[in-house]
């Protein structure tokens, strides 16, 4: 994995404690904050121009993450 990437991954789980927020599963749009609060981890991270894309996973279901930055995401189930 880049260095870039090894580096969001490393600030995300950093944020994360701080992002969580309450929120139901199966939610259609969801934040990294949230889905790690449910348990999601994440599985990969790779790039899309200035911006990251991580999945996150928890069982069978996964969702994909648009990452700016760690206020700045959008998550959407993609199974």
Do not use: H, W
């Not at 950093?14 to 969801?30: F, I, K, M, R």
């Not at 599985?43 to 969702?63: D, I, T």
């Amino acid at each position: 994995m880049p260095k870039a990437a090894l580096a969001i991954v490393a600030a995300v789980r950093t944020a994360v404690p701080a992002l969580a927020q309450e929120g139901g599963e199966g939610n259609a749009s969801s934040t990294i904050g949230q889905l790690a609060g449910q348990g999601y981890e994440i599985k990969a991270a790779a790039p899309n121009g200035s911006r990251y894309v991580l999945f996150m996973q928890k069982e069978k279901s996964v969702y994909a993450c648009e990452f700016v930055n760690t206020t700045r995401t959008q998550c959407r189930q993609i199974n």
